[in-house]
């Protein structure tokens, strides 16, 4: 019969395990979210990164409009006495990061 022998290092393998899953679910959402992306140009889906640091994953993009598409606007310009002037028209939502977010895993 073998003797059961403990590892002293399981919990490292455990931790090392959980990052790498950890990793390829942020992956996953940062997919999901480029393919969501409604397109224009293209340049907001090519802005659309993804980082993990530790036990934070960060998804999204450094372009300004990313949050105007996302959650929709009002339409506005600015006038000519520098005021801004708001036209009463909307741009709807066009959720693209949190379907991606909340889309269920298993």
Do not use: K
Not at 66 to 93: K, M, N, Q, S
């Amino acid at each position: 019969m073998a003797q059961y022998v403990p590892n002293p290092h399981w919990r490292e393998g455990i931790a090392a395990d959980v990052r790498e899953w950890f990793g390829d679910l942020v992956g996953e959402v940062r997919d999901d979210a480029v393919r969501g992306v409604p397109v224009d140009t293209g340049t907001l889906r090519d802005s659309v990164y993804a980082t993990v640091d530790g036990d934070v994953g960060r998804i999204g993009t450094e372009l300004n409009y990313g949050l105007y598409v996302e959650e929709g606007h009002r339409v506005a310009y600015v006038g000519p006495d520098g005021e801004t002037v708001y036209t009463g028209d909307v741009v709807p939502p066009q959720p693209w990061l949190r379907p991606a977010l909340y889309r269920n895993r298993g």
